[in-house]
């Protein structure tokens, strides 16, 4: 007989190794949440964001090694919600890459010694055409540090190596604080989910932002008859669209009710006859959602009261359906 789980009463060097680089690192991040307790440093981020947040140009990130691979990240996340963003190779840099630079930009050098000799042809560029330079780095001493215009100082923290040669905390505080001038950026902008879908079409998380009116039938695609039709005229609309049930609205297109396949063979089973009038029969008040809803929303909705499709009204008005399985194959789930 198979036995539960092991507790590990004494933990190997592995695990031990594991844990005390996430216990550095918490206390790594705790210190850089504590930086902006500090006045300066408060009113330095802010300055800087405002600044990026004011730009005609774009925000040109860049860092060697390490902190050049988080460079990039910092790069990625800023251009998906909102804020311009490019990352420049500093050992590119002179060869040419400097082109990319205009004088509408701001250069944000990412460096934990600020010593790294790849930057210098940046800080010589940036400082013979005016180009604004901040600097993400954790030795205000630095030569970076000193040609920028403004520095967010980092924690002068323990890295998690054995050897404090890998950098490990030291990058992971570039990327929270990365993240964080994101975060910020987004407030300042009011960066909407519908914004961040116009960046995002594909895969799943796109689909999760996908909206009502991207999905729903419209015009002639929509099932509708007239309250005073009869139940074989409805049957020949419900069986034109496909859609297993059709509105009901009044001559200015006000959603008046719903009538599905269910309500008809629930009126045929009762006794009902086809020259029956629809308005008698159908559902008031139909569950509907807006156009402008998410369609996961919409799904949810579905689902929570056991049907397959949707009215979608605008003020009462008509405008479309959308069916469980439009939502399915979007990949909504």
């Known amino acids: 007989m198979l036995s539960g789980p092991t507790r590990i009463e004494r933990p190997s060097k ?36 405002h600044q990026v947040f004011a730009l005609r140009g774009r925000v040109i990130i860049t860092g060697m090694g390490k902190s050049g691979i988080i460079a990039r990240k910092i790069t990625a996340t800023l251009t998906s919600t909102g804020t311009p963003a490019m990352f420049l190779h500093p050992a590119e840099a002179g060869h040419g890459d400097l082109g990319m630079i205009t004088e509408h930009d ?28 901040a600097c993400m780095t954790s030795r205000v001493t630095s030569t970076a540090a000193r040609a920028a215009d403004s520095v967010l ?3 002068n923290v323990r890295e998690a190596c054995p050897n404090e040669l890998t950098p490990t905390t030291s990058t992971t505080l570039q990327l929270v604080l990365g993240d964080a001038m994101a975060m910020a950026l987004i407030e300042l902008r009011g960066f909407s989910a519908d914004d961040f879908y116009k960046f995002h079409p594909n895969g799943r998380l796109g689909a999760q932002l996908l909206k009502v009116d991207d999905l729903m039938a419209k015009g002639a695609d929509v ?15 419900m069986t034109r669209a496909r859609f297993g049930g059709t509105a009901v609205v009044d001559a200015e297109h006000q959603l008046l009710g719903a009538f599905t396949d269910g ?4 009126a045929i089973t009762e006794g009902g006859n086809m020259d029956a009038r629809v308005g008698d029969l159908m ?9 402008g809803e998410l369609a996961s929303e919409a799904l949810r909705r579905m689902q929570s ?11 009462g008005r008509l405008e479309g359906v959308i069916h469980m399985h439009d939502t399915l194959r979007a990949g909504i789930a």
């Open 283 to 291: 559902t008031r008040a139909p569950l509907t959602i807006a156009p």
């Open 263 to 266: 309500d008809l063979r629930r």
């Open 305 to 315: 009261k056991s049907v397959m499709m949707l009215f979608v009204a605008n003020e």
């Open 14 to 49: 592995v695990t031990s190794a594991a844990l005390r680089t996430l216990r550095i690192a918490n206390k790594g991040i705790d210190a850089l949440a504590d930086s902006f307790g500090d006045a300066a440093f408060s009113q330095t981020f802010s300055d800087l964001i």
């Open 106 to 133: 701001l250069v944000l050098m990412v460096t934990r010694s600020g010593e790294s000799a790849e930057l210098a042809p940046i800080v010589a560029y940036c400082k013979r055409f005016g180009i604004p330079l």
């Open 153 to 155: 100082q980092l924690p």
């Open 223 to 237: 099932p509708q008859v007239r309250a005073d039709a009869t139940l074989l005229d409805a049957t020949i609309e």
